[in-house]
T-cell receptor, first 111, second 111 residues
Framework: KQEVTQIPAALSVPEGENLVLNCSFTDSAIYNLQWFRQDPGKGLTSLLLIQSSQREQTSGRLNASLDKSSGRSTLYIAASQPGDSATYLCAVRPGDDKIIFGKGTRLHILP | EAQVTQNPRYLITVTGKKLTVTCSQNMNHEYMSWYRQDPGLGLRQIYYSMNVEVTDKGDVPEGYKVSRKEKRNFPLILESPSPNQTSLYFC??????????FGNGTRLTVT
């Protein structure tokens, strides 16, 4: 059974720093992996989607990588800003049906 | 505007009183899914649908029903709600391997 883990559960960093969020999964046979952002009490906003055949995706200050063989994905945030404070979730799609979420990393950027 | 619309946003009800949470998407997506989000447990999949008239159980289907009679709509039905179904519910949709799009959520309280 696929399991998705995000460590750490919470992270505080000073504004301006580059940071990396981690996502690990137990079964390397995945369809794709998606990173989301969730603000308190709000819905999920898609950040980046990496297909099984891809190694990374970039959008602005965000870069997501995927290493299926090691069961890991990272989300790199460059030059962090207070507006980046949110919970970041990764979701693994083992096939075209179910989707399994990690419990998220709660990020706080200190002004 | 492409979106997933859930209604209502907030719902307070009593044990045993049947309720329906509606979900509609305007992107012609084949795949639709329901999740519940609880503190410490993260997002868990309740039901999903690969297309019209095709539905399947996720990880936590007990106490819920769904139907997919039209491509755009995927209602979540609680025939006899109980307090342990108090949660934040999200509907999502996607097409093929493309990103998953989420609604803004429904906060349900069952007393």
């Amino acid at each position: 059974k696929q399991e998705v883990t995000q460590i750490p559960a919470a992270l505080s960093v000073p504004e301006g720093e580059n940071l990396v969020l981690n996502c690990s999964f137990t079964d390397s046979a995945i369809y794709n992996l998606q990173w989301f952002r969730q603000d308190p009490g709000k819905g999920l906003t898609s950040l980046l989607l990496i297909q099984s055949s891809q190694r990374e995706q970039t959008s602005g200050r965000l870069n997501a990588s995927l290493d299926k063989s090691s069961g890991r994905s990272t989300l790199y945030i460059a030059a962090s800003q207070p507006g980046d404070s949110a919970t970041y979730l990764c979701a693994v799609r083992p096939g075209d049906d179910k989707i399994i979420f990690g419990k998220g990393t709660r990020l706080h950027i200190l002004p | 505007e492409a979106q997933v619309t859930q209604n209502p946003r907030y719902l307070i009800t009593v044990t045993g009183k049947k309720l329906t949470v509606t979900c509609s998407q305007n992107m012609n997506h084949e795949y639709m899914s329901w999740y519940r989000q609880d503190p410490g447990l993260g997002l868990r999949q309740i039901y999903y649908s690969m297309n019209v008239e095709v539905t399947d159980k996720g990880d936590v289907p007990e106490g819920y029903k769904v139907s997919r009679k039209e491509k755009r709509n995927f209602p979540l039905i609680l025939e006899s709600p109980s307090p342990n179904q108090t949660s934040l519910y999200f509907c999502a949709s996607s097409s093929g391997a493309r990103p998953l799009h989420f609604g803004n959520g429904t906060r349900l309280t069952v007393t």
